[in-house]
């Protein structure tokens, strides 16, 4: 695949990711899969993996300012 950005070649790896699900939370979630390019370090997030992401953002505690998951595929 290639990079929407710069045109480069895209790879499969694994980074940490914060996600802001609201003005007082955060969710951080760590070994995330994604695309990402190796010139200008642009990601993508796959489909199926952000099905996913939806699904434990559905577990988290509404209460906590900050959480930290991690991503078990």
């Known amino acids: ?3 929407t950005v710069c045109g480069a070649r ?3 790896t694994t980074t940490d990711l914060p ?3 609201s003005e007082e ?4 979630l760590k070994q995330l899969p994604v695309l ?10 796959e489909d199926i ?3 996913r992401i939806e699904t434990l953002f559905g577990r988290t505690d509404s209460t906590a300012e900050l ?3 991690r991503y078990a595929a």
Do not use: D, G, P
């Not at 939370?25 to 951080?28: K, L």
């Open 36 to 45: 990402q390019c190796t010139s200008c370090r642009e990601y993508l997030i």
């Open 67 to 69: 959480e930290v998951l």
């Open 19 to 21: 996600f802001k699900l």
């Open 49 to 51: 993996v952000m099905a």
């Open 10 to 12: 895209m790879s499969s």
């Open 1 to 3: 695949m290639k990079c």
């Open 25 to 28: 939370r955060i969710v951080i």
